[in-house]
């Protein structure tokens, strides 16, 4: 009986393992994470986005009903299994978002500079010229006469000029058509709105459920932001990774103690901007990237990376350009939102996305072995004598095998941190890493150079590297005859890798 369970899992491995088509080329190293919406919702579009490229979806919680996302989340995994792909799924909490209220006819109306404007937060106020609602009941609280609000990503600013009560008298600086439901942001203003919403611990409690791999958390302020979402995601008994998205003030202030908290980070430069100003963005993103990947954990840069190809079929080259340089930052993964999730080309958007990616890379590997990255990576290793065995290892193994030229480095993991130590190595070459925990192997989908392969549970190490030989040659990650180092631990013990190996391999 045992016998026959154990051939029924090694066959289950086997068939999940398998490449799809046209799959046999070395994927992007830098990863790709793309919104579900309207314009991308259908299992023959979804199963399209894998094969041109996307490793991970994104579910946008700030819109849709949980009936709606529940449909995406069996669409993606049906499509991650027809293409025998493993893909993640991000669920992104809309978090305590400020937004403009209804208006009373569904119709923008233009503010110009000198207008007076009132910002109304009592309940069922609708808008109209002259008065607006909008969805935060503390907005008079938590600015002050003199401070700027910003409207529809910016495009809009305000001058505090008074406030009453739940009323907030402001006069516009900048005008432009305003809509209903647009984001207001407040910089310079200290919000005192909790990061986790009510609304955000339905959606959260619901994507524990659908089992989504990581979670989003928007507008984090500080270390305890994500350790209260930790604690709200263990009392749900999940084990959703935390992504904490940086875009205000007091998180890039906070940023190490954040990423410290954090399973990983995304560098959401739109409310960035808004609230840091434009010319800060660069700079604060390379910062967090290079934070990311001296700790070994995954980064995602966010937000107009491909703007213009909502509506046209191709990029500007300042946004080939903004891809590029995200990906010589050292980046994990760069992100689609409205590209993929209303406009018009989604696949041709991640197509794209791809074609720079690898472009970006292969310039990269040309011209040295060591990724750029590295060297903010060398500036932060902890000193001799402080590096945990894995590390240690790691760093050892990496080094074997561009010594040896080898074509590729096999990791054996059951947690996956040791593939986290791996991806921060930013290697030149073909990174596969096994695990018998399906759970283990959609969350690697995020981490840079990483490909993830389902594993049997193995009795023995020798049993374990003859099914890696196989699936290796079955899945043209090698060919006979080639080096491959690989990176094992104790059997059965989670977090304690400690040996390496050079082969050469032979069946």
Partial sequence: ???????????????????????????????????????????????KLIRAGVDVFRLNFSHGTHTAHKRLFDVIRKAGRSERRAVGILADLQGPKIRVGRFAKNEPFLLNPGDELLIDTRPDVLGEPGRIACTYPELGSDVRVGERILLDDGNIELRVRKIEGPVVHTTVRYGGLLREHKGINLPGSEVSAPSVSEKDLFDLHFALMQQADYVALSFVRSAKDVKRLRQEIQSFGGDAQIIAKIERPE???????????????????????VELGAEMVPGVQKRLIHLCIAVGKPVITATQMLESMIVNPRPTRAEASDIANAIYDGTSAVM????????????????????IARSSEADIFRHSYVHPAKLALSKQRPPFGQSSVVEATVSAAAQAALLVGAQALVVFTESGRTANFVARERLPLRTVVFTPDRRVWSQLCLQWGVIPELAIKARSVSQLYRYAMVKLLERKHVKEGDLVVFISGTMAVKGATNTFSIRELRL
């Fill in 251 to 273: 998180a890039v202030a906070h940023a190490e103690e954040i990423i410290d908290a954090a399973d990983g980070v995304m560098v959401a430069r739109g409310d960035m901007g």
């Fill in 336 to 355: 689609l939102s409205a590209e993929s999730a209303t406009g018009a080309y989604p696949e041709l958007a991640v197509r794209t996305m791809d074609r």
């Fill in 1 to 47: 009986m045992a016998a026959e369970k154990s051939k029924k899992a090694k066959q289950s491995g086997d068939q999940q393992a398998k490449p799809s088509g046209g799959r046999g080329k070395l994927p992007t190293r830098t990863k790709i994470v793309a919104t579900l919406g309207p314009a991308s919702s259908g299992l023959t579009t979804v199963r």
